[in-house]
């Protein structure tokens, strides 16, 4: 009995270390990848390392003809160029000014005609048959008549951008006010509070968290008429920066704005709109949880 039950352990021992040390070396493997979960710089750009291998690959194995598609080095080299003589910064300016200037006539327009659909029973009925109607016009549709009212001008660009910008805000401006508890409406108003403050204490919080999507949502589409706009429209800027480059067959310089456009989205969204739409929900989701604690 002791001889044939002596190889078994030793067969056992000696399988014991190396077991532990496979598992440490997951554990410890486990523990970096948590590690780098943690980090927002991974977070940020890891999604992107695959990608960017792909399109690499792709352009080293030539799987497409140079002349349609090229690697990320010579979109490197491209934007060093345009960065040197200036014309992708001017480019990139242009586009932000037209960009500004339809944000903020977007939300001024948009903000005020939104609520005044959401408060008034009078102003929906009239208003909201026309806001459904030219939800569903596409934004380009109106480019051609808009030329010829306005030219290949700011004006025309501004338009687009303005039309893409109110009807998505207006709705998301309507669905918040209608998502505000109206035990709280009824509550400020056993407390004496008149209309004013109940709209600006009560109805405009309570719909921030509908209308910073809205704004996110709005943006969105509003980046994508711009590019449109530009390559239509305009004689500068980065959409009309890759309509030229196509026209002169330079596929780099077309690659190169398609990364401009998303890494700009991209930095907009993570700094300012979704910080800015995360806060009002949280702020609004703690009132929630105090008014059913109470």
Known sequence: MTSTAS????????????????????????RLWHRCLRSGTFRTLGPFVPVVALWWLLAALEVFPESFFVGPPAVVDRLGELVEKGILPGYLSDSLTRLSYGVGFGLLIGLPLGFAVAMSRWVRRALWPILLFFQAVADIAWLPIVIVWF?????????????????????????????????????ARSLGAGRLRVFLEVIVPGALPSVAGGIRTGLGYGWR????????????????????????????????????????????????????????VERWGMVRAMEADG
């Open 7 to 30: 190889p078994t352990r030793e067969k056992h021992a000696g399988r014991g270390p190396g077991r532990r040390g496979r598992g440490a070396r997951r554990g410890l493997a486990w």
């Open 151 to 187: 030219g290949f001008s700011l004006t025309t660009v501004t338009f687009v951008l303005v039309y893409t910008i109110v009807f998505p805000l207006m709705l998301s401006v309507v669905a918040g006010v209608e998502q505000v508890p109206g035990e709280l409406v009824r509550a």
């Open 225 to 280: 008429a711009l590019v449109a706009a530009e390559i239509i429209v305009g004689t500068s800027g980065v959409g009309f920066m890759m309509f030229d480059a196509r026209r002169v067959g330079d596929v780099s310089q077309v690659f190169l704005g398609m990364v401009v456009l998303g890494t700009l989205w991209y930095a907009l969204d993570a700094l300012i709109l979704a910080p800015f739409e995360r806060a009002t």
